[in-house]
């Protein structure tokens, strides 16, 4: 098959910038989008086969943003509903491999930006990108026996087919909730950011997601057995050095191993001291406010500015790029649900802002801690001095000075 662009890893880590894009696909500006592994028969699916549905890349405009969903078939005798979030990571990987091609973020986030040498290059048609994603699947995993990828882009059929999606996802993450570090003996770590995050490694445990929210223990493990050789490996956890902080032994060696030696040290449930490395494609930032000496919330779907004053992607670039940054911790938004979330630091019960649809999402959560009416969100304060005002008047309990932290 002969494509327009090149492909290979070489093109890992290239990334189009606004004044090269050509065109977009899914990220901020559009609202609904997704990717999606989904497991079938080997009787559902035309080997091979890439299907559009909807406009096609000759019936765009340069410089236009378009919804987009990626939907990945698979069948294979050893392949099971396990496998498909690590096969469906690998979206990222394939895509950025392309050059011209830039992939972010993942699940509903997902956002792929192509440049304008791409463009020169020729690129009128999605097939492309369907049949290379085909190809590289096929190439790299022997468990994959037959692919068909769908690639949708008619806004209201991306709509319809987002139901099953959110269902997929909330599936997975549901799964890992009972589980919890203290009873494995192995976490998993993840480098497949590197490429645009060379310090960066996600140490995946039961009550850590990986920081893009893609990837849980369950996937890491399925992962790990699926391609013992790829950017997902088996951490044996090693002793426990801090029961609150969660410093693991296992954790800080493959730190000190992976980081290029920046690093030698983490801490699984701390924004502070050393807290965990951030990539680039988290889907949170959990950032402290000195002026209350607790904690917000942001999201990337949240466009307005934080009750810091910042936005999500202005606070992105302070907090990415593999470092670790005491304060600012890059997270996947399960992480809300673990009883573990910055526990050495308070946990929830210091969190004081967020925007209102986190909120809404894990209300159950925020519920059960008590803390429904407790914590602010864009519609109730502006800034810092009308939070400073908000908590006192609400009884905030970490202001109150209610909650001890663990010693
Ligand atoms: S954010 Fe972490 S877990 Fe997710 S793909 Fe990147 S390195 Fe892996």
């Known amino acids: 098959m002969e494509w327009h662009s090149d492909i290979g890893p070489q093109y890992e880590g290239e990334v189009v910038r606004k004044e090269d894009l050509w065109i977009e696909f899914g990220g901020p500006k559009v ?7 989904r497991l079938k028969s080997p009787e559902q699916i035309e080997h091979e086969k890439v299907e559009i549905i909807g406009k096609d890349i000759n019936e765009m405009e340069e410089g236009g943003s378009y919804p987009i969903a990626i939907i990945v078939d698979v069948a294979g005798e050893q392949l099971d509903e396990d496998a498909l979030p690590v096969l469906e990571r690998r979206i990222h990987m394939f895509a950025s491999y392309i050059e011209g091609w830039y992939h972010m973020n993942q699940r509903a986030d997902t956002w792929i930006r192509v440049n304008k040498t791409a463009a020169k ?7 492309e990108f369907g049949e290379i994603l085909n190809f590289l699947y096929t190439s790299e995993m022997d468990i994959i026996e037959k692919i068909q990828t769908t690639l949708v882009t008619d806004p209201d059929l991306i709509e319809k087919l987002y139901p099953e999606a959110k269902a997929a996802y909330a599936a997975r993450d549901q799964r890992v909730l009972t589980l919890h570090d203290e009873d494995v003996d192995t976490f998993y770590g993840c480098v497949l950011c590197q490429s645009f995050a060379p310090t960066h490694v996600s140490i995946i445990s039961p009550d850590r997601i990986g920081n893009c929210g893609a990837i849980n223990w369950f996937d890491g493990r399925a992962a790990a057995k699926i391609d013992p050789e790829g950017p997902i490996f088996a951490i044996p956890r090693g002793d426990l050095i801090d029961p609150t902080k969660g410093e693991y032994a296992g954790a800080n060696q493959v730190e000190r191993e992976r980081s290029l030696g920046t690093y030698d040290r983490v801490y699984l449930y701390s924004a502070f001291e050393h807290p965990h490395t ?5 889907e949170a930032i959990v950032f402290y406010i000195p002026e209350v000496d607790a904690f917000g919330i942001v999201h990337r779907e949240f466009k307005g500015k934080t009750v810091i004053g910042e936005t999500f992607s202005h606070m992105a670039g302070e907090t990415s790029g593999g470092r670790q940054v005491e304060g600012r911790l890059g997270t996947g938004l399960e992480q809300i649900r673990s009883p573990k979330f910055i526990q050495a630091d308070g946990g929830l019960h210091r969190m004081v802002w967020m925007p209102k649809e986190i909120k809404e999402r894990y209300r159950e959560t925020i519920e059960a801690k008590g803390l429904w009416d407790k914590i602010a969100i864009e519609e109730d304060v502006a800034d810092v001095d009308q939070l400073l005002k ?3 008047e609400h009884q905030h309990p970490w202001l109150m000075g209610q909650v001890e932290l663990p010693t």
């Open 31 to 37: 609202a609904r989008k997704f990717e999606l592994c």
């Open 390 to 392: 908000w908590l006192d």
């Open 278 to 282: 951030s990539c680039g494609c988290f």
């Open 121 to 127: 290059k020729g690129w009128t048609t999605l097939k």
